[in-house]
C-alpha cells in the first residue's frame, strides 16, 4: 500500500497507450463502417459482435479471474486483443476485408476485453487503500477519457491521410507497451480458501451471491440494468445521428467523439477531488442518471440545424456518465470481498449488458419504424424516470455511506426483527 502511487503511475502509463490506440482504432472501424454502409443494422451488428462475447464470456471470466495471477491475465488478454488488430491490418492490406469478417473481429477482440477488464477493475482495492479509490477511480477516468479526447481526432487524421492497415497496426503497438509496463509492477492476488475444490457453477452462484447479499445493492443493481438497457442501443445511434439527421461527415464525428472525452475528462476530474470521498455517492449516481437522461431527452428535441447544441449536450452526457460509472464502481469495490471481485464485476457486465442486446437487435426497427429523435427522447425519460425512483429507495441511499463490514445501524436492526 505504501508504494501505491507509483505502481498506479506505471500500470496507468501503459495502459494510456493501450486505451489511445484502441480509441483510433474503434472509431476508425466505425467509420469504416458508416461510410461502406450507412446502415443503422451494420453499426448495431457491430456493437453487438462487441458486446456479446463480452457478455457470455463475463458469466464465466471471474471465476478464472479470481483464480489466475491477475497481472499475468491483463498481459495475455492485451496480447491476443493486439493479436486480433494485427489480423485486421493483414486483411486491410490485401483489400480482402469484408464486413462479416470486421464482426469476428471484433467478437475476438472483445473476448480478451472480457478478461482484461474484470482483472484491472478487481486489482484496484489490492492496490490502494480504501479511502483513495474514489480518487483512483476519477483518475483512471481521466485517463480514459484523453483517450477518448485524441483517439476520435487521431482517427480522423489518419483515416484521412493512411490505409487502415497502418491505423490497425497503432493497437499492436499500444498493446506491446501496456504489456511491457506490467512487467515492472507487482500486482497482489487475494487469499485464496486452500481447501476449496475449484468448481465453475459453485464460484459462479458465489459470485451472485456476493452481487445480492445486501437488499440496497441488489435494488441499485436492477436501476443500473434498466439504465444500461436504454442507454446502449441509443448510443449505438450516435454515429448515425450524427451524419442521418446533421449531415455531418468524418469531422463532424470526430468532434462528437471529442467532446464526450472532454466532458468524460472533467468527470474524472470531479470525481478525482478530495470533496467526493464524503458525499453520499448513491444520491451521485442519481443525480447523474437523470442528467444524463435529461441531455438524451433534449438531443431527440433537436432540429438539424441545432449540431453545436448536440455536440454541448454530448459533452455534458459525456460528465454526467463518467461520474455515474467511476461512482458506481467504487460502490462495489468497497461494498465487495476482493477474493470476489473479478466474479462480480464480470458477472455485473453481463447481467448489466444482456438486455441491451434486443435493443441492439431492434436498432434497425427503432431507426426507421420510431425514428432517431423518437428513440433518444424514450430513453432519455426512461433514465431520468428511474434516477428520481432510486431517491425514494432509502435502502439504496444507505448504501452511498456504507463499506464492506460496515452497515448502517438501522438495517441491521431491520434485519434482526
Not at 69 to 88: K, P
Request: glycine letters at 8%; one cysteine or more; aromatic letters at 12%.
Amino acid at each position: 500500500m505504501n508504494s501505491w502511487k507509483r505502481t498506479f503511475a506505471i500500470i496507468w502509463s501503459g495502459q494510456f497507450f493501450s486505451m489511445l490506440s484502441s480509441s483510433v482504432v474503434g472509431f476508425a472501424v466505425v467509420f469504416w463502417l458508416t461510410m461502406k454502409t450507412g446502415s443503422a443494422e451494420v453499426l448495431a451488428m457491430a456493437m453487438l459482435a462487441t458486446l456479446l462475447p463480452f457478455i457470455i464470456l463475463g458469466l464465466f471470466t471471474g471465476v478464472f479471474v479470481d483464480r489466475w495471477d491477475r497481472r499475468r491475465t491483463m498481459i495475455l488478454a492485451d496480447s491476443f486483443v493486439a493479436f486480433c488488430s494485427a489480423i485486421l491490418a493483414v486483411l486491410f492490406f490485401f483489400e480482402k476485408i469484408e464486413v462479416w469478417e470486421v464482426y469476428i473481429l471484433l467478437a475476438l477482440r472483445s473476448a480478451g476485453s472480457a478478461f482484461h477488464a474484470p482483472a484491472m477493475q478487481a486489482s484496484v482495492p489490492l492496490l490502494a487503500p480504501e479511502s483513495e479509490l474514489m480518487r483512483v477511480a476519477g483518475i483512471s477516468q481521466m485517463i480514459q477519457s484523453v483517450s477518448n479526447i485524441a483517439g476520435p481526432a487521431l482517427g480522423a487524421m489518419l483515416v484521412a491521410f493512411l490505409d487502415m492497415t497502418y491505423v490497425m497496426l497503432l493497437d499492436v503497438v499500444g498493446a506491446a507497451i501496456a504489456c511491457t509496463s506490467l512487467m515492472f509492477v507487482t500486482i497482489p492476488n487475494p487469499e485464496k480458501e486452500e481447501d476449496a475444490t475449484p468448481n465453475i457453477w459453485r464460484e459462479i452462484k458465489e459470485g451472485v451471491g456476493h452481487m445480492f447479499h445486501d437488499r440496497g445493492l441488489s435494488y441499485l443493481l436492477i436501476c443500473v440494468i434498466i439504465i444500461t438497457f436504454f442507454l446502449v442501443p441509443t448510443g449505438a445511434l450516435y454515429p448515425l445521428l450524427t451524419i442521418g439527421h446533421f449531415g455531418g461527415e468524418a469531422f463532424e464525428m470526430g468532434i462528437v467523439e471529442v467532446m464526450w472525452g472532454i466532458g468524460m475528462l472533467l468527470g474524472g476530474a470531479i470525481v478525482s477531488i478530495k470533496f467526493m470521498k464524503t458525499v453520499n455517492k448513491v444520491i451521485v449516481i442519481n443525480l447523474m442518471t437523470i442528467i444524463l437522461g435529461a441531455t438524451f431527452w433534449i438531443m431527440g428535441m433537436l432540429p438539424t440545424s441545432a449540431f453545436i447544441i448536440f455536440v454541448i449536450l454530448t459533452s455534458i452526457s459525456g460528465l454526467a456518465g463518467a461520474i455515474y460509472w467511476s461512482t458506481f464502481v467504487v460502490i462495489l469495490q468497497t461494498k465487495i470481498e476482493p477474493s470476489a471481485l473479478g466474479r462480480v464485476f464480470s458477472i455485473y457486465d453481463s447481467i448489466s449488458l444482456l438486455p441491451s442486446i434486443p435493443g441492439l437487435l431492434a436498432t434497425g426497427f427503432i431507426a426507421d419504424g420510431i425514428g432517431l429523435l423518437n428513440a433518444f427522447i424514450i430513453a432519455g425519460v426512461s433514465m431520468m424516470a428511474v434516477g428520481a425512483f432510486a431517491f425514494f429507495v432509502p435502502s439504496i441511499t444507505r448504501l452511498g455511506h456504507t463499506t464492506k463490514g460496515k452497515e448502517p445501524e438501522e438495517e441491521s436492526v431491520q434485519e434482526k426483527l
